[in-house]
């Protein structure tokens, strides 16, 4: 006796992997996708032109200065040195500014005045004499200078071209003030680019239920599988169509990086580390992603033409973007209401807690943070099931047409 085939449907995740590879597989092997690749860049090479524009007035308007701290005549002498060279040499020496003049025998802590200065221009500090000159600054920056003043004292002396005093350098280590705000820094700059791909990439799943809307499609879907994993395939398929975009971009980026076509500034490390910190903005891209997606395609189910859809989300986008701007505001407040409001509430979580990843090294905080993230999509993903299923198919007993007015309208309808 052969045995008999199950005539049950699939389960809620088998079959939203079903629609996950039929929905991956349709929208990767289309033309509209290469094109959806090449969308971003155009502006990326604006962005690349104008960070460029910027950086050149950054650094003409808020120039570091060299500060010098001499005996008042070395100081005199050293000033006038760098006015006579200023017509040949001026673009490639550091600006001088005059923070102590000293009398004979008096002494000058440079890494002290240095911290208490830390709100003016002042990177770093000339100070001794001009035969044994001492720089005294971040270690970066005293190195890129010690070539400069050493040619400045030489030519303050009037050694000529040939005989350059040796420039002691001394390095200045970095306060925990200077730590948090390098850390912020990089919290700031990954919530930016998180926001930027999430709102860029999930406004893909709102055309293509809409799409599959209009052709009848997605009747049949729900007419053979549960709603709740269509919409959770739609879902999971979507975020590895973004994956794919996002990784050929990085690619990209990175070969335009190696190939110094573009230059990169060095972000101060986070505080899990750079490898776990990455590893933490997928996961955080993913799960925003999601929630952002989940509203998405309860939108979606209700909008019957595109034009229904810009008018829908115009609100959700709204949303987001003060969603963003909460993230931001609580990660400069750490510990506070405000951020653990942030981290609470689901759509400003991934942010939040993204943030609190470059200026905490606690790890078990993000687990707890992403198991309720989680069941967020999960509960988001059920209601605009039931949404779709109530106000757009219509699920549930026909009522009788003797029984149609205002009394059965305000009856709740039975599922």
């Given at each position: 006796m052969r045995p008999r085939k199950s005539q049950g449907r699939l389960s809620t995740l088998a079959a939203a992997l079903v629609i996950a590879r039929r929905d991956f597989s349709a929208i990767l092997f289309s033309r509209s996708f290469f094109f959806f690749l090449l969308g971003p860049l155009f502006p990326v090479v604006v962005g690349v032109l104008a960070g460029g524009v910027g950086e050149r007035v950054q650094q003409s308007a808020d120039r570091p200065e060299l500060g010098v701290a001499m005996p008042a005549r070395d100081a005199e002498r050293l000033l006038t040195a760098r006015a006579r060279l200023e017509p040949t040499l001026g673009a490639n020496l550091p600006d001088l500014v005059m923070v102590k003049a000293l009398a004979p025998g008096e002494t000058f802590d440079a890494a002290a005045s240095l911290a208490e200065k830390r709100g003016l221009n002042v990177a770093a500090i000339l100070g001794g004499t001009l035969s044994e000159p001492v720089l005294t600054g971040p270690p970066e920056r005293i190195d890129r200078w010690r070539g400069p003043a050493s040619l400045l004292t030489a030519?303050?002396?009037?050694?000529?071209?040939?005989?350059?005093?040796?420039?002691?350098?001394?390095?200045?280590?970095t306060s925990t003030a200077d730590?948090?705000?390098?850390?912020?820094?990089?919290?700031?700059?990954?919530?930016?680019?998180?926001?930027?791909?999430?709102?860029?990439?999930?406004?893909?799943?709102?055309?293509?239920?809409?799409?599959?809307?209009?052709?009848?499609?997605?009747?049949?879907?729900?007419?053979?599988?549960?709603?709740?994993?269509?919409?959770?395939?739609?879902?999971?398929?979507?975020?590895?169509?973004?994956?794919?975009?996002?990784?050929?971009?990085?690619?990209?980026?990175?070969?335009?990086?190696?190939?110094?076509?573009?230059e990169v500034g060095n972000l101060p490390t986070p505080a899990v580390g750079w490898p776990l910190f990455l590893v933490l903005g997928v996961v955080y891209f993913a799960m925003g992603y999601l929630l952002l997606g989940a509203v998405f395609l309860a939108i979606g189910s209700m909008a019957t033409t595109v034009r229904e859809v810009q008018t829908l989300s115009m609100p959700v986008t709204m949303m987001q973007l003060m969603v963003f701007f909460l993230a931001s505001f609580a990660m400069t407040q750490p510990g506070s209401a405000v951020e653990l409001f942030a981290v609470v509430f689901p759509f400003s979580s991934p942010f939040a807690m993204l943030a609190r990843a470059a200026q905490d090294a606690t790890l078990w905080t993000h687990a707890a943070a992403l198991c309720w993230q989680a069941l967020c999509v999960i509960v988001f993903v059920r209601m605009g099931a039931r949404l779709f299923r109530t106000r757009v198919m219509k699920s549930g007993p026909a009522v009788p047409r003797k029984r149609r007015g205002l009394r059965a309208l305000l009856r709740p309808s039975r599922s």
């Open positions: 030519q303050a002396l009037g050694a000529g071209p040939r005989v350059y005093p040796e420039v002691r350098l001394a390095g200045t280590r730590d948090r705000h390098g850390r912020l820094t990089t919290a700031q700059a990954a919530q930016t680019m998180l926001f930027l791909l999430t709102m860029l990439l999930a406004g893909m799943v709102l055309s293509n239920l809409v799409e599959e809307k209009a052709n009848k499609i997605i009747e049949v879907l729900a007419a053979a599988i549960p709603m709740d994993a269509v919409f959770l395939g739609k879902l999971f398929a979507m975020l590895a169509v973004s994956m794919v975009g996002i990784a050929v971009w990085g690619a990209t980026g990175g070969a335009l990086v190696l190939g110094g076509v573009v």
